[in-house]
């Protein structure tokens, strides 16, 4: 990545008991594929891809104006999406959670950020390029969402690292 550009992505963080309650979990599931650092779960709520430094400032001012509410994320599907991604989803998506999506879109529109266009999919990813399923029975994890995160995402020698750049708190509904 060129000096000038931040790789970004906002993000709902795994709180750290539940991050090593999940990983504790998955790793007793032997599933297929390069596990996600227990210190990298997330989920992903706007991939923004590289974007030059000069921009940071009005992002995270852009953010520290959003006005979301919290939520209780319950993540009870296994799930495999795209190529191997081995994956926790809710089954249900608390209105909260898309409406906090759309939200950062039209935000990151007005700056001039354009975003992938497929629908929103909740994910968190426990395993990548998994060639086989996994066939156990469904987890149960769930955390209170009551905040979201920018992160600069960086390639180092021991793997993908996420810097948090900038933290906002959801207000209690
Ligand atoms: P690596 O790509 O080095 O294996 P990574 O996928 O964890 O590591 P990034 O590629 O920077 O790191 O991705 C950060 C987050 O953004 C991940 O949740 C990833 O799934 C998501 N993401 C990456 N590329 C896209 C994209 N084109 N559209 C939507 N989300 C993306
Ligand atoms: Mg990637």
Excluded at 60 to 69: P, V
Aim: glycine share 6%.
């Amino acid at each position: 990545m060129s000096e000038e550009s931040l790789r970004l992505f906002f993000a709902l963080p795994c709180p750290p008991e539940q991050a090593t309650a999940i990983c504790a979990w998955r790793d007793g599931q032997a599933l297929d594929g390069r596990p996600v650092a227990e210190a990298n779960l997330h989920m992903t709520l706007a991939f923004l891809g590289a974007q030059p430094k000069e921009r940071l400032e009005a992002l995270l001012t852009m953010a520290s104006g959003i006005e979301g509410t919290a939520f209780d994320l319950r993540l009870d599907r296994l799930t495999t999406i795209g190529k191997g991604f081995i994956c926790l989803q809710p089954s249900t998506t608390p209105q909260a959670l898309p409406k906090l999506v759309a939200t950062l879109a039209e935000h990151l529109a007005a700056l001039g950020v354009v975003l992938d266009s497929r629908p929103f999919l909740p994910h968190l990813t426990l395993s990548r390029q998994a060639r086989s399923r996994p066939q156990k029975p469904s987890p149960d994890f769930n955390w209170y969402a009551d905040r979201f995160v920018l992160y600069r995402s960086r390639n180092a020698e021991d793997g993908v690292h996420y810097d948090e750049l900038g933290s906002w708190p959801l207000s209690a509904p």
